[in-house]
């Protein structure tokens, strides 16, 4: 017997479901109830269904069946559990759910082919019409929201401010869009200037990064990017590592609110860029009840900070005359400016005369500046270094210099998701031992993204205690991300490292799973036919 | 008479009263498909590397954006993409271990279709495609697509170009016919261009398709010894190039298309468009033997190895040259590096062609007899150096080093503004720190170009520049050694602590690379000691001197 029926529109339902259903995802919920007599129907596999998860990703055409806290996708080299707290929406033809009669009347009601919807009781026949209807309708809706993937079909969104053009879920998008809104708004209050722009800007944002780099244009490590002369803004969004999209997100902005007050006048880079990276540090709270609270400015960049106290390790300390002149301004001068801009808003004897400079620069009449293409200006190095030395009130640069460089001994990554991005930041820069720290750091005090556990897992041994560590904390990468192919894969590298035959066994199904998972990379098929192979060589050889 | 006469003149008539040539039809037997190339396209030579794209095909002329200043040769391509299965492909990748070497055939992932071939290959800006649709060409399904062009990170709202194409399913790969066209004249070219398509047959091929997997090189990891090439004399090392030269020029004789001939000057080989007249083809063979020998005379002392030569290829225009030399990721990369590609420039004459040509010869040369050298210069003589011979011009059977005139130019005015460094800052300065800026490439110009000319009659500076390549390369010899060591050491821990040798001989690798800069800057500053070691501030001041003067005095 089996009745289907939708938890999402036949409202009422979900008080006659049990405490585990999605309150999150929208979801095709189907019924399927215990007969009269209490027999349990014996369990069918489910037909292909499709989930739209919350980042962006879907899962099309696998079969998928709800269980307690999520659904299980079911492939067919095992079983991977996506939590609600994942799914956006999800369609299954034959999800399954067992109601269990509570008392008499409701057996008896059962037993005549009854089912319930909200407080009333309907005939199975309708129930069964109306869930068919639903289903297409939310087959097509998931359909739709893959559709919009493609940039042709991108949604355009206007607000009083912006021009949006984004191919992103929906609720994540409307998340984002909040964002703008209040660092619009923060920004502007904080500099009490009008904006002033010859038209609205325009901000791309891309589902992912293959999407940015082939439709905005961006090639090499560019990660997002703010053209003045069009007023456009393209981001993407890395599902992997949403903390870092949301640095991105504040850095590149204020590229374009600097834009909006500044008008035809631009920085030099050491102005620029760091200033944008002291506010790409800001932190982005939604759940904040205080709308103002959301967004908080001045925190530690922690890889930047990384940058630069491997450089002062090396003995490669930035001199702030060379700072000041650097015409290609590039990471590691970033790293170095942004540590200056950071001393100097929150030094108590510095940053109202740093806000006022900064001001001037671009807004006093007096100063003299120099034009750079077109309308546009700026002040050479030397007017810069003279105005600077002026407005902070210092002798010399090298005093000023002295007290920076105190600064930056001073500093300190400051949170949990700081020692992950720093650790990761040193591994990228083969500093093992510091990558170590720091990632132990974070993975101690439970940090959330489950790359840093990854990269911690990468670092440790292959053998004794550290392999056994490094699983455990794959283990984890898993939990976090159940349908990230790459943390199965690695796991099953390491226990196709041990001797034992059950291992190695396992090692296989979770490489040969995470090629089935994510078949786009090929790393996964050859690893696969690799170990398939080595395996029958060793077998061959112990007859 | 009379009546023989009438159908002739009748023809020559009818002749001038049709201007239009008859659309000529493309036949690919190799590949196995034809089609009629719409007007006024030519052929063009694909890149001896190339595994992707097996034709293209350039229009008669550039064309000039209507709106934005942009300027393109409208282009045909047809592209194949053989179907197979990923994981036959992997059962082929060959990892086979003898005794202390390990062979690894390296093979690339090929691509698997047109939409991740143009991700990773186009680079002509943004693209998004617009519109998408299944039809067919003849009995074959097709999917039509109509791709556009933005040049946003230019800073511009326009879609510069149209890119349409039909992904073609011939049961074992995918033909993509794709033409490109800047955006202002698509509406053109739409109705040629449908043709075209439509004309695509397939027809028998004579060779079977080739994956681009049965076209893989193989590297031998050798552990503990040196490589197999280090253990070669230089004489078989020659004879390895010469092989390999030959196979080159072998290739590049039987590829030529129609409209192209051929000749040999010394150790090059000249390959020519038939539009380019012979006596700039004759220039070209002149003057790059002329460097040769200038090469040979001036830098022989840098290595005990052979230069070989090379395959020089003159194009008929810049579009013929750019869609030459364009050449797909995954593709091969053997014949490029033995080939320089110029073309006669009817606009601005022979001056960057010239620079281009003595900068590819110079750097044929420094590979091959010591790539180790040449791969670590500093960044003064990097750009200083290979800039000098890149600007040697040919006048009579002499060469003259003359840097260009835009060179000249802002070497005048930085010398006027006194805006150049103290030559200390040049000459010590590293990669990434202080040395990144259009004066400072200058400036090394200007000194390297001093120390080669008029530096060279002064006793204390003619040795400059032969003592410092000296010394790097020895000193790069030294790293080398130490280079293997690391490696024969990581090995033996590896197997001592039974782990998988790959991962960590890769961790050891990994933070042999992050130590690798550290290493070459204290190199740079050993060389500097060596070369410079006995110079006070005073003798730094003079040479300053004398390089500006040098270069005021004309």
């Known amino acids: ?543 | 008479m009379r009546s023989s006469l009438v159908p002739a003149a009748l023809f020559a008539l009818f002749a001038h009263a049709a201007p239009c040539p008859a659309q000529k039809v493309y036949k690919d037997p190799k590949y196995g498909f034809t089609f009629k190339i719409p007007r006024d396209f030519n052929r063009v030579p694909v890149n001896m590397d190339e595994k992707w794209v097996v034709a293209k095909f350039l229009y008669k002329r550039p064309l000039e954006g209507k709106i934005d200043f942009i300027q393109m040769t409208p282009e045909i391509r047809v592209i194949i993409f053989p179907k197979f299965d990923p994981k036959d492909f992997s059962k082929r990748r060959i990892k086979t271990k003898k005794g202390r070497r390990t062979v690894i055939q390296l093979l690339e992932n090929p691509y698997r279709n047109y939409k991740e071939f143009l991700r990773e290959n186009y680079n002509k800006g943004g693209w998004h495609v617009a519109e998408e649709k299944e039809t067919k060409i003849g009995k074959f399904p097709a999917v039509y697509k109509k791709i556009l062009v933005n040049q946003k990170l230019r800073g511009s709202d326009n879609i510069s170009n149209v890119i349409e194409a039909w992904e073609i399913d011939f049961q074992d790969a995918t033909y993509v016919l794709q033409f490109e066209v800047l955006a202002d004249y698509a509406h053109k070219f739409r109705t040629a261009i449908k043709k075209a398509s439509k004309s695509f047959k397939m027809i028998p091929r004579t060779e079977a398709l080739k994956t681009p997997t049965s076209t893989a090189g193989s590297v031998e990891v050798t552990y503990g010894k040196k490589g197999k090439s280090a253990t070669k004399t230089p004489e078989e090392r020659r004879r390895e190039r010469i092989e390999e030269l030959e196979r080159i020029k072998e290739k590049a004789r039987t590829t030529l298309p129609e409209g192209w001939s051929f000749f040999k000057k010394g150790p090059f080989l000249i390959l020519q468009n038939k539009k380019v007249d012979k006596r700039f083809a004759n220039r070209v063979a002149k003057q790059a033997n002329l460097v040769w020998k200038w090469l040979h005379e001036n830098l022989d002392y840098i290595g005990e190895d052979f230069a070989v030569g090379a395959v020089i290829r003159i194009c008929n225009s810049a579009a013929e040259a750019n869609a030459y030399i364009d050449t797909s990721g995954k593709s091969a990369y053997s014949a490029r590096s033995r080939e320089i590609v110029i073309y006669k420039d009817r606009d601005f004459g022979f001056a960057e062609n010239s620079w281009r040509m003595n900068v590819g010869l110079a750097q044929r040369f420094l590979a091959d007899k010591n790539m180790r050298l040449w791969y670590s210069l500093p960044p003064w003589l990097d750009d200083g150096f290979v800039y000098f011979i890149g600007n040697l011009k040919m006048k009579g059977s002499r060469l003259l080093p003359k840097p260009d005139e835009w060179d000249m130019e802002i070497l005048r005015d930085r010398l006027r503004k006194n805006e150049f460094k103290k030559a200390r800052e040049i000459v010590t300065s590293k990669y990434g720190k202080s040395y990144n800026s259009l004066n400072d490439r200058v400036q090394s110009l200007a000194i390297n170009h001093f120390l080669m000319t008029k530096g060279k009659k002064h006793k204390k500076y003619r040795n400059i520049i032969p003592d410092y390549l000296g010394t790097l390369d020895r000193r790069i010899r030294q790293l080398e050694k130490e280079w293997r060591r690391a490696l024969e050491e990581a090995r033996r821990e590896a197997e001592k602590s039974k782990k998988k040798d790959g991962d960590d001989e890769d961790e050891e690798k990994r933070a042999w690379y992050t130590k690798w800069k550290e290493k070459r800057n204290k190199i740079y500053e050993e060389c500097l000691k060596e070369v410079f070691g006995s110079w006070t501030e005073k003798d730094w001041e003079n040479f300053d001197k004398d390089w500006k003067r040098a270069f005021k005095k004309g």
């Open chain 1, 1 to 543: 017997m089996k009745n289907l029926l939708s938890a999402s529109t036949l409202l009422g339902l979900a008080l006659l479901l049990p405490a585990s259903l999605p309150a999150g995802p929208r979801a095709v919920v189907s019924l399927r109830l215990q007969d009269g007599a209490g027999k349990k129907t014996p369990p069918q596999r489910p037909g292909p269904g499709m989930i739209s998860l919350k980042d962006g990703r879907f899962i099309l055409e696998k079969p998928i069946r709800k269980v307690k806290g999520g659904l299980e996708v079911l492939y067919r080299n095992g079983k991977v559990l996506v939590p609600d707290s994942m799914i956006l929406d999800y369609y299954s033809p034959d999800t399954t759910l067992q109601y269990t009669p509570k008392n008499e009347i409701e057996r008896k009601r059962l037993a005549k082919g009854l089912v319930p919807i909200g407080r009333r009781w309907v005939r199975k026949s309708l129930a069964e019409r109306e869930m068919r209807k639903l289903t297409e309708k939310r087959k097509k809706e998931i359909e739709e929201q893959k559709a919009h993937r493609l940039w042709r079909n991108r949604y355009i969104v206007e607000t009083k401010d912006f021009i949006f053009e984004h191919n992103l879920p929906l609720p994540l998008f409307k998340e984002l869009r909040e964002l703008f809104e209040v660092y619009l708004k923060t920004f502007l209050k904080k500099w009490r200037k009008k904006p002033h722009l010859p038209r609205k800007p325009r901000i791309n944002l891309y589902a992912d990064h293959g999407d940015y780099s082939q439709i905005s244009g961006a090639k090499g490590g560019i990660v997002g990017w703010y053209h003045p002369m069009t007023q456009e803004l393209h981001l993407y969004w890395d599902r992997r590592d949403p903390k870092f999209t949301i640095n991105v997100l504040f850095h590149e902005t204020n590229h374009l609110l600097s834009d909006m007050i500044n008008g035809d006048f631009r920085y030099p880079d050491w102005i620029e860029e760091p200033m944008a990276e002291y506010y790409g540090a800001s932190k982005w709270n939604p759940r904040a009840k205080d709308k103002t609270k959301r967004m908080t400015m001045g925190h530690v960049q922690a890889s930047r900070l990384a940058v630069v106290k491997t450089q002062i390790k090396e003995g490669e300390k930035l001199k702030l005359k060379d700072m000041l002149r650097i015409p290609d301004f590039g990471a590691v001068h970033y790293a170095w400016g942004w540590t200056f801009i950071h001393f100097l808003m929150n030094s108590k004897k510095y940053a109202k005369r740093w806000e006022k400079y900064y001001l001037d620069l671009a807004h006093k009449k007096t100063i003299r500046r120099k034009p750079l293409y077109g309308k546009v200006k700026t002040v050479t190095p030397e007017t810069a270094e003279k105005l600077l030395l002026k407005y902070l009130r210092v002798k010399s640069l090298d005093a000023l210099e002295k007290e920076w460089y105190a600064y930056i001994d001073s500093l300190e990554i400051e949170d949990v998701d700081g020692y992950a991005a720093a650790g990761r930041h040193f591994r990228m820069l083969g500093e093992w031992k510091e990558a170590k720290k720091y990632l132990k750091k974070a993975v101690d005090l439970g940090v959330k993204n489950p790359y840093a556990y990854m990269a911690y897992a990468d670092l440790l041994g292959t053998s004794g205690k550290d392999r056994k560590e490094a699983i455990r904390l794959l283990d984890k990468a898993i939990s976090l991300d159940p349908l990230e192919a790459e943390f199965r894969y690695r796991k099953g590298r390491l226990l196709l490292t041990f001797h034992d035959d059950k291992r190695k066994q396992e090692g296989l199904r979770l490489v040969r799973l995470a090629a089935e998972m994510n078949p786009e990379d090929w790393t996964y098929i050859h690893a696969v036919a690799d170990i398939e192979e080595e395996m029958k060589r060793e077998d061959r050889k112990n007859g």
